[in-house]
């Protein structure tokens, strides 16, 4: 397929959804507009599902792991799949860039580097689909005892739209590799990437029903795909909201959930830490791809001995960063994704402005006529009971609090609902473990901040949701245990 050019209107491309190996539209026709944030016209329009269009992909990938191709696919010919689509994705990487770039807001070379990951997720259980393994259980002689791993049937996938094609990545890989069958539900602002990865499906050689993409909006095809009884799990990555809401749709038919949800996560900075690293990681915890980042470091704790000095570099370094065309390479700050997040994001600007002080930001750049765009935003002098230490923002927002000494950061650190990420930042390596061990959150890095390889897990504590992604610990998730018992004993068991 050729990279698609979206400038005029009577270029503008339509996506239909990808439902048993074939394109078809929604059942009532409908399509919704999909926008460039940057420009704020519309660059595609999208077939719209409801519950209708939902149930015909849940019957494709049901059908398709019951008595279809998938359980015949063996786990080399998997891996193989997923090698494949790898590739296709590298082939195509400059067009699947600008294309996440354009619909998403993020900066084209930000958009590269996920492309990258992309593949590489798919590779990466591409190899792991060979390595599933089961257990001898050590049970009396006279039986045999095994766990074997299967897959637990059809994953419904629900992602966000802040890394488009990655969020799929790491929802349809893990899944595939071990053996199950997928309907994925792209965020409505960004189904665009993963609609035309599909057209390579057939190619790859997937069979028909494996991976199904329905596009449309939460509470028109998400919540369907929760509900559908034919539906064994729900993997999701959004606001804890809707996970919440999720948890209880899926209780009526106890399907598997699992849950990442964001948060508000603590950067933590000690006096003694490198100070230019430092200075530097604070503003990419928080700034990087907008501020529209599960684990954005969007609380930047500082102890008081260096507070004020660093308040005032990060401002200085702040002023430096190029907000622009997400296109443009230079551009480090693009758009948000969609005026409902902008106007979301400016009412949380006007919330800090009462509660706290704003050292640089607090609005839409002045030079720029068009576009969602929001400064880099700083507040400091925040409290940790503010609402803008306590609440996702989701954008280039950050809270600076200060603290005194190593116990009073912990108890910042660890005092929010959620639990998904944390840095911190010193040259004591004392230190550093010991508020490693104390931080209640799923990832921690040490000196730095946002890294994320596919061999390491990834996912949440408290209110960020449970289960893992990434490494062996996301291809678990798509796994259950059947424990088999083979009597060794000729005789009666002799009971009765
Ligand atoms: P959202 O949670 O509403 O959307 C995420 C996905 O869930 C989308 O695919 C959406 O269509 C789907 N969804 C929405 N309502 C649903 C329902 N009732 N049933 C099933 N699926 C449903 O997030 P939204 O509204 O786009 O963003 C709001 C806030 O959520 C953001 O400002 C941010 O704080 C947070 N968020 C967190 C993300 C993360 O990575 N953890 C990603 C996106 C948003
Ligand atoms: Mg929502």
Wanted: proline share 6%.
């Amino acid at each position: 397929m050729q990279a698609p050019k979206l400038h005029r209107e009577s270029e503008m491309k339509r996506y239909r959804h990808y439902i048993n190996g074939k394109w078809v539209e929604s059942r009532g026709g409908a399509y919704f507009p999909v926008y460039d944030p940057s420009t704020e016209e519309i660059i595609a329009e999208v077939a719209e599902a409801d519950a209708h269009d939902v149930d015909a992909a849940v019957r494709a990938a049901r059908a398709a792991f019951d008595s279809g191709p998938w359980p015949q696919t063996t786990a080399q010919d998997r891996g193989r799949i997923l090698f494949k689509l790898a590739e296709k994705i590298r082939q195509n990487a400059a067009m699947l860039a600008e294309l996440e770039a354009r619909n998403s807001g993020k900066p084209i070379v930000e958009a590269e580097f996920d492309i990258g990951d992309v593949a590489t997720c798919f590779e990466y259980y591409g190899g792991l689909a060979t390595k599933i393994l089961g257990h001898v259980n050590p049970v009396p002689a006279n039986a045999l005892s095994l766990s074997l791993r299967e897959p637990v049937g059809v994953a419904g996938q629900i992602i966000p739209w802040n890394y488009p094609l990655l969020m799929a990545a790491w929802k349809l890989a893990p899944a595939l590799a071990a053996g199950c069958t997928c309907v994925l539900k792209p965020a409505e602002q960004t189904p665009l990437t993963a609609l035309e990865m599909a057209s390579w499906f057939e190619e790859v050689g997937l069979p028909p029903g494996v991976v199904n993409i329905v596009s449309g909006f939460g509470e028109t095809a998400g919540a369907p795909l929760v509900h559908h009884a034919d539906v064994d799990k729900i993997a999701f990555t959004g606001s804890a909201v809707v996970g919440k809401m999720i948890v209880k749709m899926a209780s009526d038919t106890l399907k598997r959930v699992t849950l990442e949800l964001g948060g508000k996560s603590p950067n933590i900075f000690f006096a003694e830490a490198d100070w230019e690293a430092a200075v530097d990681g604070a503003l990419f915890g928080v700034f990087i791809n907008q501020g529209e980042v599960c684990s954005a470091g969007s609380r930047i704790l500082v102890e008081k001995k260096i507070y004020s000095r660093f308040v005032e570099a990060m401002t200085e370094k702040a002023k430096r960063i190029r907000l622009g065309p997400p296109l443009e390479r230079e551009t480090k700050l693009g758009p948000l994704v969609r005026k409902g997040q902008y106007e979301r994001v400016s009412s949380y600007l006007e919330v800090g402005k009462r509660e706290a002080k704003l050292a640089i930001g607090g609005s839409r750049p002045k030079q720029i006529g068009r576009g969602y765009y929001v400064e880099p935003t700083i507040f400091y002098d925040v409290q940790n009971s503010a609402r803008i230490a306590r609440e996702e923002i989701f954008g280039p927002v950050a809270a600076v609090i200060p603290f005194d000494g190593e116990a009073e950061a912990i108890r910042i650190a660890n005092d929010t609902p959620y639990g998904l990420a944390a840095a911190v930042w010193t040259r004591d390596i004392y230190k550093a473990f010991r508020v490693v061990k104390s931080l209640r959150a799923g990832i921690v890095w040490v000196n730095h901040m946002q890294p994320t390889y596919v061999e390491a897990p990834w996912g949440g504590y408290k209110q960020s949701g449970f289960g893992r992604e990434l490494g062996p610990w996301g291809m678990e998730e798509y796994l259950e245990t059947k424990q088999v018992f083979v009597n060794l004993d000729e005789q009666p068991i002799g009971w009765y």
